[in-house]
């Protein structure tokens, strides 16, 4: 068969980026032009639209399967990995590209994570950024409304630029144009996931985290482009939801050993950040309003999300009803509390609905694979042999 020159060129090119782990794409944007300023940030979500109008790269920071020496001195053992290696690569000296980091409200160790930032590195800016959990339009806007305007105005500080209506509507623009492409190869997916292997799809997600909005739309755009002039022979897998790694990312490998046990993954919560609004900001009216009334009203359901009144698991039978997903893995990282203490009752609500499921744990430097393949093998098979009785 021909080689896709077109898609081999973006593969070689996320996988670059995935393994750039000393910010080498951050450091070579900055120096472009002197003065540039570069904010890291945590998984899940960030208004990054604030700071491109800043002229601020944000670059996510999701961990890395990294030996750890000194980050286990900051941490205990019995949390989960990403912290301890976020610490590692900061004081080893791989994320000094980085003019300070923004820690959204994910739990307890991301909000030690950003104290002891700050304690480190006293010169550098460091947000804690306290997402809402109340969600009723009076007093959840008022108060992310005030949450966005503080931190546009730190970032107008920092970067010296005023941010402007105009300038936060073509952010805005430019990033529902972001979700919108990422969301069609997620449909995509959906509709032919032999097509689009779940493996170019996550780094694909991850090259988002270094580059430039505008260059990584366009990326975007050439990967369906090269991707609809690929003939690839599709397999009879099972169709799978995949959740629980919305923070700490699975390795790589993880990843290739689902795929190639015989399950295909038609939806999951990978880089959650690029796609965790599911609706367009408006481009129209007050910006900052605008954000805020979109996150309240189309913000995705995670184990982070405050829930009220609606009942723990809907949201992941509507995704898997809608992906015509055949079954469930819930893939949490290892001592991730708000994907673990929800695990019980979301996996009560799929298996309410007859959908079958099976689960385990991981962590970024997990490196031995094959009891993995043989437990999701092992569920595939049974899914073809059973799932539908």
Known sequence: ?????????????????????????VRAWKAEAPGRKAIGFMPVYIPREILHAAGILPVGLMGADIEIIRGDAYFQSYICHIPRSTIE??????????DGVIFPSICDV??????MWKMMFPDKYSKYLDLPQNFTPGL????????????????????????TDDALRESIRLYNRNRE????LYDLRAE?????????????????????????????EAYREAIEGEERQALDNSRIVLTGAFCEQPPLGLIHTIERSGCYIVDDDFVLGSRFLTAPIPEEGDPVANIAQTFLDHAMETPFVYIAEKEKGEALVRQCRRRRGEGVIFSAASFC????????????AVEREGIPYTEFKYAENTGQFQVIKEQTGTFSDSIKLWGNE
Do not use: F
């Not at 509390?337 to 009560?348: F, G, I, K």
């Open 110 to 115: 991301i909000r030690n994570l950003s104290g």
């Open 89 to 98: 690569m900061a004081v080893n000296g791989s994320l000094d590209a980085l």
């Open 1 to 25: 068969m021909k080689k896709n020159k077109a898609l081999e060129k973006i593969q070689q090119r996320c996988q670059a980026l995935y393994e750039d782990l000393n910010l080498a794409t």
């Open 140 to 163: 959840a806007g008022e108060y992310y409304i005030a949450e966005l305007r503080t931190l546009a105005a730190d970032m107008e500080r920092l970067s010296g630029h005023r941010i």
């Open 337 to 348: 509390d708000p994907a673990l203490l929800d695990q019980p009752m979301v996996s009560a």
């Open 192 to 220: 032919k996931p032999w097509q689009v292997r779940t493996v170019e799809l996550y780094l694909l997600l991850r090259a988002g985290n270094l580059l430039p909005v505008e260059e990584h739309n366009a990326m975007l």
């Open 181 to 184: 492409l990422v969301l069609e």
